[in-house]
Every structure is written in C-alpha cells, then in structure tokens.
C-alpha cells in the first residue's frame, strides 16, 4: 500500500533530527544548545533552537519539572516544546517520555533525550550528540564474583523505555586469567555456553583477556548475561548509549 504525499511528509519530518547538542554538566540543569532542529512528534510542526535553553530540575514549569517534585532514582525525559500561537520554542524535564503536562500554549513537543536522577538527587552527567549520549564517567554493572552466567540490570544507566532505547554501550576489562563471554537477554537457560548466542568473547575457561578495554553494543536491551571464570577480574561499564529518536 502506497502512501499518500501528506503522509510521508509527516514521516520525515517526525525524523528531523539535526545539530542537537544536550549537554549535563552539574546535579540539576541540562542544557540544550543554540541551533537543534527537530521535528514535532505529531509530524506537523518543526522546532528549531534560537539560543540555548537551560531545563533546571529544581525548578517547576516552563524551563523545569512539568508537574510534581523531584525524585531521587528516576529517568526524566527532555522535551522541546514550542507555543503554536507565538512561536516561541522552550523545553520541559518529564517523569513522562510519551505525555509530559505541557503548559497553557504550549501544543507541540518532541522527546529529544534523557536523564537520570541518582540515588542522592544528582544528574548523571554526559554530553549528547544527536542521538548518541556519552556519560562523563564510566558506571559499573558488573564485578568478578562468579565462574558462572548471570544477569546483568543496567537500567539505572540506559533509559527503561524500549521504545527510545537503540543501543548502549560498555567497556569491558578482563586480565588473563578472567575467560568472559556476552549474551542478549531470554538465551539464559541450560550451562556453560550452550544455547546461548553469545555476542563478545568467549565462556571457554581457556580463553584470556587482552587486559585492555573492549567496546561493544546490544541493541534494544538494558539486561544481559556475562560470564567471569577464573581469578582475574572483569569489570563492566555504561559508558553510554544511542536514542532512537
């Protein structure tokens, strides 16, 4: 079935996605830069940047928080929103990635990251390109511990939503004596590396690290499985991850 002219142009323009630069740099502001265009997510509507706009969790409302209070261990989600009267195009943090409460005017919206709130109220901090996020420091999920699979949570480091989430990324550390192995989540069952799809390195207790770090991807998953034998160590991290917006 074809599509009719209106119809692909809403498509492409839900796509926009064009010099978006966020940036997180302390406990409680985000910082979308001068010049990001988007597209709205209704397709109807483009948001360009015209200087930089500061979203402040502290804070309610326009430029801030859309609706209650802060809380600790929570992803909020950034929004551009733009006033379909005047024109003026703001942002909004929301506990919401699909319907933030959006102040009077303010009609058209487009998700274009988000944040986590840790444990003690603060930011993690890291830097956005488009679509791909860098945190500004590494955040260990996994330590040596067991000669055996197990299930790795990363969800307090990738977004938990499945339907913005494309990818993230780890480094993992291992010395020589520490065999390591990856697995995509729901192959978990039976032992050793049999049924399991196993994505970067190896579960063979011959098998050794280079000592250095490896950087790889699963797509659309913020769990996995990882194996760790012998004495050696295996260390790993989110250092990042990729929006599908």
């Not at 326009?62 to 209070?69: A, E, F, Q, V």
């Not at 250095?212 to 499985?225: L, R």
Request: with cysteine.
């Amino acid at each position: 079935m074809s599509l009719m002219p209106f119809q692909i142009n809403e498509y492409l323009t839900k796509k926009i996605v064009q010099d978006l630069a966020i940036e997180c740099s302390n406990a409680t502001q985000v910082i979308v830069q001068q010049g990001a265009v988007v597209g709205a997510d209704d397709g109807g509507d483009i948001l360009v940047v015209p200087s930089a706009i500061t979203l402040d969790i502290t804070t309610s409302g326009l430029g801030g928080l859309d609706t209650g209070s802060e809380t600790a261990d929570t992803w909020y989600y950034i929004w551009l929103i733009k006033d379909q009267f005047t024109g003026t195009v703001a942002g909004l943090l929301s506990a919401s990635s699909v319907s933030p409460t959006l102040p009077v005017g303010f009609t058209i919206k487009r998700l274009v990251g988000a944040v986590r709130n840790d444990g003690s109220g603060d930011f993690l901090q890291f830097t956005q390109i488009d679509s791909s996020v860098e945190y500004k420091d590494y955040y260990n999920v996994f330590s040596a511990g067991q000669s055996t699979w197990v299930s790795v949570d990363a969800s307090n480091y990738v977004p938990q939503i499945s339907c913005i989430l494309d990818s993230f990324t780890f480094v993992s550390n291992a010395d020589s004596t520490g065999a390591r192995g990856f697995v995509l989540p729901g192959l978990l069952s039976g032992t050793g590396s049999g049924g399991r799809q196993i994505v970067y390195g190896s579960a063979s207790q011959n098998s050794s690290g280079s000592g250095s770090p490896a950087v790889f991807q699963i797509d659309n998953n913020q769990a996995f499985s990882t194996y760790h034998h012998g004495s050696g160590y295996h260390n790993i991290s989110v250092i990042g991850f990729t929006l599908n917006l």
